[in-house]
Structure formats: C-alpha cells, structure tokens
C-alpha cells in the first residue's frame, strides 16, 4: 500500500484547498452548541428520508436499545478491538489524507474526526464509528492506491457527513448487532437491524451529498461510487439531482447558470424518493 509519498495533490493544491463557497453562513450553523442541534436533525442539506426515518425508529424501543448497546459495546470493547491493526492518520503518519480531513473539517465546520487506516476491512472500504462526542472513521489502506486523490477526497466527505449529521452512534449498532449483538440483545437484534438496515439506505444519500460538497467534483465524487458500491445506480442519480438544487448551485456561484432550472431541496428529495421506491 502507498502509505507514504503520494505525490502533491493535483487539482486541490491548485486551489490551495480552498473553502467552497457553499454560503454556510446561511446552510450550516457553526456556532457552539448548534452542533448537538444538527445531530439530532441533520444538516440543511440532509436527505429528508433520512431525517424522517430516523425520527420513527428512534419512538421503537426495542431499536434504541439496540442502539445503547451498541454504543455500550463500542465503549467497553469495539474501538479497540476495530483499531488494534490501524494506523492514526496525522500529520506524520499519512499527511496527505490528515489534509483532506481537515478540509472535510473545514467545509462541514465539525472538529476534525480521528481517522485510522487499517487492512481489510471487507466489502465496507471505509466506516464511521462511535458516539456523538467521539466518532472516528476508518479507511481500509487499499483505497489509498485504488483512488485518486479527489476520489479519496470523496470518501472521507462521506464519512465526515455521516459525523455532521449525527449517524454514527447508529451506524454503531448496526455494526454491533451484524457481528457480536444478536448474542447480547437476540430477541430485539431482527428487527432492530432490519430498521437501521432501512435507514442507512437512506442515511447515505445524505452522506453522498457531504461528499460532493466537499469535493465540488461531481464527476470524481460518481466514481468513486462506482468503484466502492456495489450498486451505485440510484445513488448516483440522486447524487445528480442534488447537484442540480438552487442550494449546491448558489455555492458554487451557479444560481443563473444555462440549462435546465434548479430544483429546490424539497423537489430533489421527492425525486430521489421515487428512485429508492423503484429499487427497494
């Protein structure tokens, strides 16, 4: 794996890694205290499926006990069993990607996340794993080599979203009830993860879309999801329809651009519903 001596970033040390100008003084609160606000309602630019479905499994008690264990298990033993082979990304150990975190950071105005690139982690390239106050995102070290450096960009946009938006104690216990939870919490562990299984279909939409604003590369932000999912169709045509919203297009200075007229968040989020229907 090419862990060291990747060479410069291209296209983002020309723009110097500059902010996009996404106008988050008006999208994105980044004041002290709005951050627990946006984790239990996502970011502006959070998918509406995502938002809504989390809010119905949060009302079953069975699947938030789920959750508690899951958060319990990644406290006591998950985080250390998960990093005991990985590697903390810094700025010694894997420079060039402690730069694309921090610039996640940067346009998503979260702290910056620790992030460990570890081996194999299976037909998930990368996760996101924690709590609200302790998140932290894990690479597996074949990306490095397989992407490019905006493509990588992509992934860990992906990841921070799912920070911003306050998935990761969720994503937690589906991860803990898929390997060791049907053992703890066997008579809730069924329907608790087909619930989380139903929202994280949905919750990566969202993701997607923190993804593309922090890359502003639509097409490199595609690829990589053609190269990681399995079935990237509906994500990357939902990934397009946001793209074209009046909210990514007036970040990018493209309000009165030519083509066809910019969608509102609220019609980009009925579209996008009428594709998961399609494919669910």
């Known amino acids: 794996m090419r862990y060291h001596g990747r060479p410069p970033l291209t296209r ?4 110097e890694m500059t902010k996009p100008d996404i106008s988050f003084g008006r999208y994105v609160a ?6 627990s606000a946006r984790a239990r309602q996502g970011a502006v630019y959070a998918y509406a499926g995502d938002r809504g479905v989390r809010a119905t499994i ?3 008690p069975p ?3 789920a959750v508690q264990a899951g958060a319990r298990f990644w406290q006591t033993a998950g985080r ?3 990093l005991a082979s990985a590697v903390r990304v810094s700025d010694r150990q894997f420079p060039q990607i402690q730069r694309l975190v921090e610039h996640c950071a940067d346009v998503l105005q979260i702290p910056v996340p620790g992030v460990y690139v570890a081996p194999g982690l299976g037909s998930l390239t990368a996760r996101t794993l924690g709590a609200a106050d302790d998140a932290v995102v894990v690479v597996d070290g074949s990306l490095i080599d397989r992407l490019s450096d905006t493509e990588l960009l992509s992934v860990i946009g992906q990841q921070c979203g799912h920070i911003h938006n306050g998935h990761a104690v969720y994503l937690s216990a589906l991860h803990f009830l898929q390997t060791t939870g049907g053992l703890v919490v066997r008579w809730a562990a069924r ?10 279909r949905r919750a990566v939409i969202t993701c997607d879309r923190a993804s593309l604003l922090c890359t502003r590369d639509l097409e490199a932000t595609t ?3 053609v190269k ?3 079935a990237p169709g509906p994500r990357v045509a939902a990934l397009k329809l946001f793209a074209a919203t009046t909210f990514y297009r007036s970040g990018l200075g493209q309000e009165d651009a030519a083509g066809p007229p910019a969608l509102s968040m609220d019609d980009c989020d009925a579209q996008v519903a009428r594709l998961l229907a399609a494919v669910t």
């Open 80 to 82: 250390t069993q998960l």
């Open 223 to 225: 690829a990589a999801l």
């Open 63 to 65: 699947v938030m006990l």
């Open 191 to 200: 329907p608790a993860v087909l619930a989380l299984l139903g929202w994280a």
């Open 228 to 230: 990681l999912t399995a």
């Open 30 to 35: 980044a004041r002290k205290g709005e951050a």
């Open 12 to 15: 983002l040390a020309q723009a």
């Open 58 to 60: 949060e009302k079953v």
